[in-house]
């Protein structure tokens, strides 16, 4: 197993004004995560889930402690430095897919690499490349309104990796979908991790899945503990 640590979290807060009062998400949350690894991040709603991610992403910035993917401080990356982190080394799939309605698939999936200043003609071919990773080349001309949920998902995925990011962030990827989409989704994230060698975190309540993860975070009354994937109950 790769041993190099990708992500590191030490002494990790969060918290936010509500009157005169503190209310703190979470603190001192340290952990590690290695290259290569799925880790499943796990908890009840309100738990800080989704804030855990968005400060891993740069999305928002931690009340105190630290914050390091790779050689990167990312709690001292500017708002622009922190918009090129998240497009150059990660990438990101919500609960809901947040497709662009008035493009394509293939346009959708291109977004990220045309954000960067690249012209559509150059990335096609890649776009179509990622849309056949994840099964859906025959919709690549398709609107995300002519798509079913879980194909909408899978083109939200392809553009997530289209930059060949370094880890992928995953926020209930499957909480909006029916049980047989949902196990089609998490299956195809899966191989998708193993095949282009990806560093993934996903938060889910879905207990089953996350018993088919390296690794299993609980987060629980504002602190995180790693729990066996196999202890947990996959009903």
């Not at 089609?184 to 991790?193: C, G, K, P, Q, W």
Request: aromatic content about 6%; some cysteine.
């Amino acid at each position: 197993m790769n041993t190099e640590t990708l992500l590191r979290v030490e002494g990790l807060k969060k918290s936010f004004r509500s009157g005169a009062s503190e209310l703190v998400i979470f603190e001192n949350l340290s952990f590690q995560v290695r290259r290569g690894e799925m880790v499943a991040i796990v908890g009840q709603s309100g738990s800080g889930k989704s804030t855990l991610l968005h400060l891993l992403s740069a999305l928002d910035q931690p009340t105190s402690g630290e914050l390091h993917c790779g050689s990167q401080r990312l709690n001292s990356l500017g708002a622009n430095e922190s918009a090129s982190f998240r497009n150059r080394e990660l990438g990101f799939v919500w609960q809901f897919h947040y497709l662009l309605p008035e493009f394509t698939a293939a346009e959708n999936v291109a977004m990220p690499l045309m954000v960067r200043g690249s012209r559509w003609q150059e990335v096609e071919p890649e776009a179509l490349r990622w849309l056949r990773e994840v099964g859906l080349e025959a919709r690549a001309h398709h609107r995300p309104g002519e798509l079913s949920g879980g194909e909408q998902q899978r083109v939200a995925l392809a553009r997530a990796l289209i930059t060949q990011p370094k880890m992928l962030l995953a926020d209930e990827p499957t909480g909006d979908l029916d049980a047989h989409t949902a196990d089609a989704v998490f299956e195809l994230i899966s191989r998708l991790h193993r095949e282009h060698g990806l560093t993934s975190l996903i938060a889910t309540h879905n207990l089953a899945f996350a018993r088919r993860c390296d690794r299993v975070l609980r987060l629980e009354r504002g602190c995180v503990t790693e729990v066996a994937p196999g202890s947990l109950n996959a009903s």
